[in-house]
């Protein structure tokens, strides 16, 4: 069974940082694309960044200039460097995976999600 966890969440203070860490355990034979989302309160999931198998990125509008994401394929880990953090960016970060198993049966698995609190 496979399994992705997140981990680095808190509260900051606004300008300040955090970074993200989503590590996948199981029987994995490769993780292709990643991307982490987001939830704030009564809002609907969005997609903040998201990293191919090959290290090309996507960035919402939102973070560009602000958040990094990066990927260290021997430790199965995709971090989400979070600086010049803003109140809005308030929310439950979750990350997916898009992860081949040796069955060869493609899997798009989420974590539990992990909580960033920006206070102004």
């Known amino acids: 069974q496979v399994q992705l966890v997140e981990s680095g969440g808190g509260l900051v203070q606004a300008g300040g940082s955090l970074r993200l860490s989503c590590a996948a355990s199981g029987s994995i034979l490769s993780i292709n694309a990643v991307g982490w989302y987001r939830q704030a309160p009564g809002k609907q999931r969005e997609l903040v960044a998201s990293?191919?198998?090959?290290?090309?990125?996507n960035y919402a509008d939102s973070v560009k200039g602000r958040f990094t994401i990066s990927r260290d394929n021997a430790k199965n880990t995709v971090y989400l460097q979070m600086n010049s953090l803003k109140p809005e960016d308030t929310a439950v970060y979750y990350c997916n995976a898009d992860i081949t198993p040796p069955t060869y049966i493609h899997l798009g698995v989420w974590g539990q999600g992990t909580l960033v609190t920006v206070s102004s």
């Open positions: 990293i191919t198998s090959g290290g090309s990125t």
